[in-house]
C-alpha cells in the first residue's frame, strides 16, 4: 500500500533537496502512506540529514546513497519528485521517461523544454514545497492521469531519443561540421 516519490541526483544546494524535505513533509501530513527515498551523495547531506531528524521525518525519507544501478530503484518510484534551482536537461528526466515514472518538478533549466504542464508531468515554480506537494497528492490519487503521464512521455522519449534517431542526429551534426 505504500507509494514511492523519489529523487536521484547529487545532494548540492542547486538541487534544492531541502524543498523536496518540506514538500514531503506535507505530503505525508496528509498521505502517511508515502515514503520518499533520495539516491545520491554530496556536501549537503549530514545537513539534510540533520533536517530530516529536526522534523521527525526518518521514518518517511530515506537516504540510500549513491547507486550504480539506478534503474533498478527508478522502476519502484510512483513518482520522480525534482526540486532543483539550476538544471540543464537531467538525464534523469529521460531515464524516468523511459521507465513510464511520472515526474512532479520544477521550472529550472531546460526542464520545461521537455516536461509540458499538464500533459507529461507537472512543473511548478522554483521552491514552491505547497504546489509540488499538491502535484504529488494530485498523481497518487489519480492514476488516470499519471499513466497518461507516463503514456506521453514514453512516447516522447521513444520516437526522439531512440538509437536510430540519435544516430541521425549525430550524423547530421557532423557533416554539417
Known amino acids: 500500500d505504500l507509494k514511492i516519490i523519489g529523487n536521484i541526483s547529487s545532494l548540492a544546494k542547486q538541487k534544492d533537496l531541502v524543498t523536496f524535505i518540506n514538500t514531503a513533509e506535507k505530503v505525508i501530513l496528509k498521505n502517511p502512506n508515502v515514503r520518499f527515498v533520495i539516491l545520491g551523495t554530496g556536501s549537503e547531506e549530514h545537513f539534510l540529514k540533520d533536517l530530516v531528524k529536526t522534523k521527525q521525518l526518518e521514518n518517511f525519507i530515506y537516504f540510500l546513497g549513491f547507486k550504480n544501478n539506478v534503474a533498478d530503484y527508478l522502476k519502484e518510484f510512483d513518482i520522480l ?61 489519480q492514476p488516470d492521469k499519471a499513466n497518461q503521464f507516463k503514456k506521453h512521455s514514453f512516447d516522447l522519449v521513444s520516437k526522439q531519443f531512440d538509437l536510430k534517431n540519435l544516430e541521425e542526429n549525430y550524423y547530421n551534426f557532423y557533416t554539417k561540421l
Open 81 to 141: 519528485l525534482m526540486t532543483s534551482i539550476t538544471e540543464g536537461l537531467p538525464l534523469t528526466i529521460y531515464e524516468a521517461f523511459a521507465s513510464e515514472i511520472p515526474i512532479v518538478s520544477t521550472k529550472a533549466g531546460g526542464i520545461p523544454e521537455v516536461i509540458k504542464d499538464g500533459i507529461n508531468g507537472y512543473l511548478t515554480e522554483i521552491g514552491n514545497a505547497d504546489l509540488l506537494a499538491e502535484k504529488c497528492l494530485s498523481l497518487l490519487e
